[in-house]
C-alpha cells in the first residue's frame, strides 16, 4: 500500500482521538446512520469501465467529529475488458473524521476493504488469476441533516486497487500489462435516516 494511503488512514484516526469530546450541550449529533447510495466506480485501464452501483451504508459516530462506518456497493454493468456486464462487488470499512456545526459535516474518510471480480472466463483469459483484491477509499465526505431524521451525503474519494503482481493482456494493443496499484476515482450520494 502507498505510503500516503497509510498517513490519511493515521490522520483520520488521530483526528478523532485527539479532537476535544463534545460537551453535554453539543450531543445533538446523529449516532447511528444507515443509509443507500447510489455510486459511481470508474476503474482505470487496462481493466477499464465504470459503473452506476447501488450499495448499503451504516455508521455509527463516536463523536461529532469522529465515526466507524462501513458499506458495500454492487455494480451490475462495470465492463471489465470486452465484457460489458459484469457485476463487480466492494466492500469498505473505516474512520471518518473531521468538522460537524449544527446539521452540516465535512470529513475526511479513510476505509480499507476488498473489491471482487466475478469469475469469468474473459477475465481469466486476459490474466486476472485472482477475483477478490485489497481496495483503499481515501477521500472527501459532505453530510447534511435534517430535523425529520433523513440525511444527504456525497461523497468523493480515490478508491485504490491492488492487483499486486498480476498481468493482463490489453485487448486493444495485445500487450502484457503489469497491474499492481491502480487509483480509481468514486462518486456518491446517498439518502438515509440518522437517529
Not at 55 to 63: I, K, M, P, Q, V
Request: a negative charge; aromatic letters at 12%.
Amino acid at each position: 500500500m502507498e505510503n500516503h494511503y497509510v498517513r490519511a488512514l493515521l490522520l483520520c484516526v488521530s483526528l478523532g482521538l485527539l479532537w476535544p469530546a463534545s460537551s453535554p450541550a453539543q450531543t445533538d449529533y446523529p449516532r447511528i446512520e444507515a443509509g443507500i447510495q447510489l455510486t459511481v466506480l470508474v476503474l482505470d485501464p487496462p481493466i477499464s469501465g465504470g459503473g452506476l452501483g447501488v450499495g448499503a451504508r451504516f455508521g455509527y459516530n463516536l463523536t461529532s467529529h469522529f465515526g466507524l462506518e462501513g458499506e458495500v456497493n454492487r455494480f451490475p454493468g462495470a465492463g471489465t475488458f470486452s465484457e460489458p456486464n459484469l457485476s463487480v462487488t466492494d466492500g469498505l470499512f473505516g474512520v471518518k473524521a473531521g468538522l460537524f456545526a449544527r446539521d452540516t459535516g465535512v470529513f475526511l474518510k479513510a476505509r480499507p476493504g476488498f473489491i471482487h471480480f466475478p469469475r469469468n472466463g474473459d477475465l481469466q483469459a486476459h490474466g486476472l488469476t485472482h477475483l477478490d483484491h485489497f481496495a483503499f477509499d481515501v477521500g472527501l465526505v459532505g453530510e447534511r441533516y435534517f430535523p425529520n431524521h433523513l440525511f444527504v451525503r456525497l461523497d468523493l474519494s480515490d478508491t485504490l486497487l491492488a492487483f499486486g503482481n498480476e498481468h493482463v493482456t490489453d485487448t486493444m494493443t495485445g500487450t502484457l500489462t503489469r497491474l499492481g496499484t491502480r487509483n480509481n476515482a468514486t462518486f456518491a450520494i446517498g439518502f438515509g435516516v440518522h437517529f
